[in-house]
């Protein structure tokens, strides 16, 4: 059996706290032994996440706009060059076997729609997306999480009922 893949989605602007709960993030998928898959960038929540992780002997792969390592996260165990820009979404939330949202912009609401229209649960982490996507509230495929432990409790349920079936 392979290890679960977690996608962490989030803003590349640095913002102390949001970076800080990322930071956890990425230690607690860690400490689980699962996989921790983002944008692969140098700033924001993908840097954070991707060191939280490697802090605590987790891999990280990045899955990167361009076609160079150029702005990747020195923290990537694996960089997957796509040279697709933002089109690289749809990697990152196709290969994410659930998917943790944190605070971000647009491209952050693309993965969490992306995601969702692919049938994949999506966690968001510190924020509300509003109430555009409360029918996959309703359904259960989007949750909020109050920290990256609340989140991380969540993803593991939800890997859990993947294994079983």
Known sequence: MRKPILGVMGGGSNRPAVDAEARQLGALIAERGWILLNGGGDGGVMAASA???????????????????????????????????DARNVINVLTSDVVIACPGRAGTMSEVALAL????????????A???LARFQRKGQLTRANSANEAVEQAAAVIADLHEG
């Open 51 to 85: 060191r939280g992780a490697k802090e605590h002997g987790g891999t990280v792969i990045g899955i990167l706009r361009g076609k160079t390592t150029r702005g990747a996260s020195p923290d990537l165990d694996i960089a997957i060059l796509t040279g697709m820009g």
């Open 117 to 128: 229209n692919s049938g994949k649960r999506v966690i968001l982490l510190g924020w509300d």
């Open 130 to 132: 509003g109430d555009g």
